[in-house]
């Protein structure tokens, strides 16, 4: 992954975790069948972006600018 992606997934990362622990600090029944269920989704989803955006960096290449064209 790229720098930029690192940083994308930080900002979507911490505000994750805030959220997940003032769920926990809300419930009072302590039922923690839907934290699971938000964790599993938080780790099948970070899965998803890492995998999908290695697979994107290896098939695009790090092409900085396209190719210029020439009207002749």
């Not at 809300?26 to 970070?46: E, F, H, P, S």
Request: net charge positive; glycine share 6%; charged share 20%.
């Amino acid at each position: 992954m790229q720098t930029e992606s690192f940083i994308f997934f930080g900002l979507l990362a911490i505000p994750l975790i805030i959220f997940i622990i003032w769920t926990i600090k809300q419930d009072k029944k302590r039922n923690y069948l839907g934290l699971v269920l938000l964790v599993i989704g938080a780790v099948v989803a970070a899965y998803t972006i890492v995998r999908l955006d290695s697979s994107f960096v290896k098939e695009k290449g790090l092409q900085a600018a396209p190719k210029p064209s020439s009207f002749k």
